[in-house]
Nanobody, 114 residues
């Protein structure tokens, strides 16, 4: 099991940027895949972005606006979110897959509204 703690959410206006952070309790080198998911109000949780072995994958709705990256020295994964839209409003969850075990963070709220 990997303990994950997200931070960086908040209330922002459309068009601005925000960076989410997720600190892992284990070395990222020991984790197969790390990712960000989100759950908009009244909807199901969906994949936003994930990274595995240096390869990245993004949801079509965020391609070109969001970037996932890692800082191995800090055991942290980031989600840089640019040009935010109201439809990006959701609770964002960090996810880690390690040796077949899936771990989730507690989630951080991102609200995009004017």
């Amino acid at each position: 099991q990997v303990h994950l703690v997200e931070s960086g959410g908040g209330l922002v206006q459309p068009g601005v940027s925000l960076r989410l952070s997720c600190a892992a309790s284990r070395s990222i080198f020991s984790i197969n895949t790390m990712g960000w998911y989100r759950q908009p109000p009244g909807k199901q949780r969906e994949l936003v972005a994930r990274i595995s072995g240096g390869f990245t994958e993004y949801a079509d709705s965020v391609k070109g606006r969001f970037t996932i990256s890692t800082d191995n020295a800090k055991n942290t994964v980031y989600l840089q979110m640019n040009s935010l839209k109201p439809e990006d409003t959701a609770v964002y969850y960090c996810n880690a897959v390690r040796q077949g075990t899936i771990s989730w963070g507690q989630g951080t709220q991102v609200t995009v509204s004017s």
